[in-house]
């Protein structure tokens, strides 16, 4: 079996090399290892990369949310449209303000909200929209745009899966209110680490005074804050990786194009680009219609790592079960049939052929 003559092939392997290396080196021995100048190349860089004005790092993905939310004026009694079908943090970033998250179904073919349904989920108390770019799709985010200035909502974009990732060729992030996570997993990682992006200088200031005590000159508090700073060491790694974002888009982009050759008569959901976006592939997911599970196990046994994202739909995680008794039958299905396949820049061109060699192997057994 190929388990026993391969090593084992990841769902994720992290690329970290010398120039991460000697970047934490520097600031080690700079002797400034909080947030610093390093922080704002960061910041600086990642804002030019997302095409925006501002750019403003914190202490991961989550608070990135949160921050975007509270810079908004977001808090109890408002309501927030966002999806089901993610990763629980976005929902639980709305939670964090007092405010409510109210779910709308998302699209079966690219797995984001659905436009519609965010029409159907809005009531009086809405104040703004967070859709997510999930596995590095975006959003449709012209259509979201046009629904939050026609009821004068806020929008903030749940980018923490889609560095690179474009809209005829307008970057994510620039819609409204950018949230990138730098997690291990993720196309660009500092370790941990989050940014905001945005064009509204008042939700940047608003976010960098709540990062930092409410502080804009050291020890004098204007405003409420705690500490959401990304530290210079931080940084450093996020600044090396992102040199790289484009190129390993592309790997990534370049293996799911001969994933999706590959497993063209494969019987499995192959994923879905819609025409003029650019998909960066943070997974590769697919859908398997009959016993998923069992799929997944007989793929190991082949070599191959895999990972459901996400088997729990937000809306019923038994911190939201009690409160929510709608069914989203989209995100619900979706939940029991996506599989992600290995993908990732490290690959190399026999692991891809073994990973679809595996799928085959795992299908016919």
């Known amino acids: 079996m190929l388990k026993q003559m391969h090593a084992f092939i990841p769902i994720a392997r992290p690329m970290v090399g010398e120039d991460e290396l000697d970047a934490v080196r520097a600031v080690l021995t700079s002797g400034n290892l909080a947030q610093g100048a390093v922080v704002a190349a960061f910041e600086d860089a990642f804002a ?9 790092a914190v202490t991961n993905g989550t608070l990135a949310l949160h921050a975007a939310l509270l810079a908004h004026g977001i808090g109890p009694g408002d309501e927030v449209i966002t999806s089901p079908f993610t990763f629980i943090a976005s929902a639980n970033a709305i939670r964090a303000t007092g405010a409510t998250p109210v779910f709308a179904d998302i699209e079966p073919e690219t797995f984001a909200i659905d436009p519609d349904a965010v029409r159907a989920a809005i009531s009086p108390r809405t104040v703004a929209l967070l859709p997510i770019h999930l596995f590095g799709h975006p959003a449709p985010m012209p259509e979201l745009r046009a629904i939050a200035r026609q009821h004068g909502l806020a929008l903030i974009e749940d980018a923490c899966q889609a560095h690179g990732a474009a809209i005829d060729e307008v970057p994510v992030g620039g819609y409204g209110a950018g949230c990138f996570s730098f997690y291990p997993t ?7 680490g989050g940014m905001v992006t945005t064009n509204d200088p008042a939700v940047a200031d608003a976010i960098r005074l709540f990062r930092s005590h409410g502080m804009r000159r050291r020890y004098y508090h204007e405003v409420f804050g705690l500490n959401y700073r990304m530290t210079d060491l931080l940084a450093a790694i996020g600044l090396a990786q992102l040199k790289h974002l ?3 888009n592309a790997i990534r982009a370049s293996h799911a194009g001969i994933l999706t050759s590959g497993l063209y008569d494969s019987g499995l959901k192959l994923p879905t680009v819609r025409p003029g976006y650019t998909h960066v592939f943070h997974q590769y997911t697919v859908r ?3 016993d998923r599970d069992g799929f997944r ?7 191959v790592g895999s990972e459901v994202y996400y088997p729990v739909p937000v809306h019923q995680q038994q911190i939201y ?10 995100a619900e299905r979706a939940s029991r049939e996506v599989l992600s396949l290995p993908v990732h820049p490290s690959l190399t061109d026999m692991e891809i052929d073994r990973v679809i060699v595996g799928v085959g192997n795992a299908l016919r057994r």
């Open 321 to 330: 079960a009690g409160a929510c008794t709608e069914e989203f039958p989209e």
């Open 246 to 248: 484009q190129t390993w």
């Open 48 to 56: 030019a990369e997302c095409g925006v004005r501002y750019a403003v």
């Open 186 to 192: 993720k196309n660009v990682t500092s370790g941990e």
């Open 297 to 303: 196990e007989r793929l190991k046994d082949e070599g």
């Open 288 to 290: 398997v219609r009959e």
